[in-house]
T-cell receptor, first 117, second 111 residues
Framework: GAVVSQHPSWVICKSGTSVKIECRSLDFQATTMFWYRQFPKQSLMLMATSNEGSKATYEQGVEKDKFLINHASLTLSTLTVTSAHPEDSSFYICSARDPGRNTDTQYFGPGTRLTVL | QQQVKQSPQSLIVQKGGISIINCAYENTAFDYFPWYQQFPGKGPALLIAIRPDVSEKKEGRFTISFNKSAKQFSLHIMDSQPGDSATYFC??????????FGKGTSLLVTP
């Protein structure tokens, strides 16, 4: 139980293009999802908190116009990296809470490797 | 600033030995303390978690020790195996908020 999936698992794009990453909770409804970014050999950095039906809350220093987050349903949140540049290349990981199981536990997706050429 | 401080940065343990990773926090509002295991190219997987009203929790070979007064908690991996070689992250959160992660510990268990 409490499975979170991400799609795609990896993506390569040209500089200036936009990329959309999907995060789905497969067997539970997630009112809250989180998006993290992780650079090689570093920890997870929280980018934003996404609540279903409302605007995402972004962490300080994260450009909300560049990283568009949409949480349109209780099982799907999307992260769109707009006008991607090589410095946006990173490992993007989403997580979700299952309020029916434990309101604190965050279950993580497998991650999406983004490479911007 | 790093709200959860983790040490050591890397650790090498022989097969069958005990791996110990330590974390410290400052925010007394934190009330949930999980440990995650991450393999290269994968998302973190929850190993074990504890709340401040418990001083120790054991699940299989994994044990969390929690010292509320010292604001410290640690992960012990008993009978460490090569398959345990991964990066381990401690984390902490307060109700309704996202997890704050430590910087991670790269564990290598040698045969």
């Amino acid at each position: 139980g409490a499975v979170v999936s991400q799609h795609p698992s990896w993506v390569i794009c040209k500089s200036g293009t936009s990329v959309k990453i999907e995060c789905r909770s497969l067997d539970f409804q997630a009112t809250t999802m989180f998006w993290y970014r992780q650079f090689p050999k570093q920890s997870l950095m929280l980018m934003a908190t996404s609540n279903e039906g409302s605007k995402a809350t972004y962490e300080q220093g994260v450009e909300k116009d560049k990283f568009l987050i949409n949480h349109a349903s209780l099982t799907l949140s999307t992260l769109t990296v707009t006008s991607a540049h090589p410095e946006d290349s990173s490992f993007y990981i989403c997580s979700a809470r299952d309020p029916g199981r434990n309101t604190d536990t965050q279950y993580f997706g497998p991650g999406t490797r983004l490479t911007v050429l | 600033q790093q709200q959860v401080k983790q040490s050591p940065q890397s650790l090498i343990v022989q097969k069958g030995g005990i791996s110990i990773i330590n974390c410290a926090y400052e925010n007394t509002a934190f009330d949930y303390f999980p440990w995650y295991q991450q393999f290269p190219g994968k998302g973190p997987a929850l190993l074990i978690a504890i709340r401040p009203d418990v001083s120790e929790k054991k699940e299989g070979r994994f044990t969390i020790s929690f010292n509320k007064s010292a604001k410290q908690f640690s992960l012990h991996i008993m009978d460490s195996q090569p398959g345990d070689s991964a990066t381990y992250f401690c984390a902490a959160s307060r109700p309704g908020y996202a997890l704050n992660f430590g910087k991670g510990t790269s564990l290598l268990v040698t045969p």
